[in-house]
């Protein structure tokens, strides 16, 4: 195909998305697609330290329809600045600026700026330490395999792109494994799984006092007392049921692009305070529709709780979260206007992440000190009535008849597993029953599931580790 006709065939998509969908949001459509590719190369450039042109291949070949613009996507990084630019025929342009302890945020033009925070202290590490300084090789051949079969990449495409595996088992990693230029200590970037961060950082305001999870969340924006929004909880927040017309963020196709939540996400430079002026669409309580608005709202939420700038919410987040688990190769994205990216944007080592899900294994208590409110974790994996994919509050569970426990069951999953998941293959999967973390993380399509080779890889690390316990771990 030549390069006209395929320019032609760009322009056809924006302007039949236009007919079918309406001139406003198919105006959205370059914002969107250059705002998701310079905000991706960019932390995984600058934070992660990752090749970009291979960021950008291996994401833009994991969202289907992408190759209809992609082609015609200009991506500039300039490592002295520290920033990427993205343009697309001249119709969008979008530009992510690192800032050092910040990560990377969208720059609209709009005169903020977020200076860097002071470099503190960490406060110590109390969850015992899972694993050693260099990686740790499966320690069973049943293991190996388990991995082997996690890397192997089939002939043609849709391909695994696995990037990193850490198992841990009774507390302490017993095997690992890493992408090339991918290490113990790369920062990877969770995507959705940060809204299980966010989940865990509320259930932290909410031990504290500083947030009731079933009175309604005090958003400004809805305190008149005839604004029907007025009455959404921070419960409906965290479990998506709070109504408000956002769209869907399940899909990442070039479709998802028209979606209104994504214009929140890649034009705007307050996303909380977007997502705030949507009307209802249901009301709060009794639909549930996942979108990341819910969780940029609690990331509000959460920046006013703990002070109101970056430099108080990274404070709150280490002191009370990261610090005590050890997760040191971290960083929290941030939008324009100074609030987390709670919805997509936390980046951390696979081990660090593992020591998250570790948090929940152990029922929100690290080293005899109680991290999240009693019952906390067995809230977050309680299932979200008439969630099809099976959902809790923060956190993805088997523990209902919904279609993605029945799913991931038949493919052999335990039943009692909960897991935090980021689109395109992220996963940090606890399973109670077999003293079990295992995180995976990588760049897949989504569709059709399970070519990313999780379910696989559970039922291999289940059978593998069935009945064993690891040394010196009780």
């Known amino acids: 195909m030549t390069k006209r006709r395929l320019f032609l065939v760009a322009a056809s998509a924006i302007v039949l998305s236009a007919v079918v969908f309406g001139a406003a949001r198919a105006r959205d459509v370059p914002k969107v697609a250059t705002g998701f590719v310079a905000s991706v190369v960019c932390a995984e450039t600058f934070v992660s330290g990752l090749d970009p042109q291979r960021v950008f291949t291996e994401t833009t070949d994991a969202m289907p329809g992408t190759w209809l613009i992609t082609w015609a996507m200009e991506t500039k990084v300039d490592a002295t600045a520290k920033d990427v630019t993205v343009t697309l025929l001249g119709m969008g342009r979008s530009h992510a600026v690192y800032r050092d302890g910040l990560g990377c945020h969208l720059d609209h033009g709009d005169g903020i700026d977020l200076s860097p925070p002071a470099k ?4 110590p590490m109390i969850l015992p330490e899972i694993g050693p300084s260099s990686v740790v090789v499966p320690t069973t051949p049943a293991l190996a395999a388990a991995l082997d079969r996690a890397f192997a990449e089939p002939a043609e495409p849709p391909f695994k792109r696995t990037h990193a595996i850490v198992v841990v088992k009774d507390g302490r990693i017993i095997a690992e494994r890493y992408a090339d230029g991918v290490g113990i200590d790369t920062p990877l970037l969770g995507f959705s799984a940060t809204k299980s961060v966010i989940s865990a950082l509320t259930g932290v305001l909410v031990r504290q006092g500083k947030l009731a999870l079933h009175a309604p969340a005090p958003v400004a924006a809805w305190q008149d007392a005839n604004d029907p929004r007025r009455v959404i909880t921070v419960d409906q927040l965290l479990r998506h049921t709070a109504g408000l017309a956002l769209g869907s963020s399940l899909q990442a196709t070039l479709l998802s692009a028209l979606e209104p939540i994504n214009r929140m996400k890649f034009a705007e430079s307050d996303m909380a305070a977007f997502a705030e002026t949507m009307p209802l669409e249901t009301a709060p309580g009794t639909a549930w529709n996942y979108h990341d608005g819910n969780y940029l709202i609690l990331s509000q939420l959460l920046r006013n709780a703990s002070g109101g700038t970056p430099a108080d919410v990274l404070r709150f987040a280490h002191h009370e979260l990261f610090d005590p688990l050890g997760i040191r190769h971290v960083t929290l994205e941030f939008d324009a206007a100074g609030t987390p990216e709670g919805s997509s944007q936390m980046l951390a080592s696979a081990r660090d992440w593992a020591r998250f899900g570790l948090l ?8 005899g000190r109680r991290i999240l409110p009693e019952g906390w974790v067995d809230y977050s994996a ?15 569970t088997n523990r209902d008849n919904s279609f993605g426990a029945r799913h991931r069951i038949e493919h052999g999953w335990p039943r009692d597993a909960f897991f935090a998941k980021g689109t395109l293959g992220q996963y940090v999967i606890v399973i109670p029953s077999e003293r079990l973390v295992i995180a995976r993380f990588g760049r897949t399509v989504n569709f059709p599931l399970d070519v990313d080779g999780v379910s696989e890889l559970v039922r291999d690390v289940v059978a593998a580790t069935k009945g064993t316990k690891v040394a010196g771990r009780e």
């Open 120 to 123: 503190e202290a960490p406060q």
């Open 360 to 367: 929940y294994l152990n029922d929100g208590v690290v080293g």
């Open 382 to 396: 309680t299932p979200t009535p008439n969630a099809f994919v099976g959902i809790g509050a923060g956190f993805w």
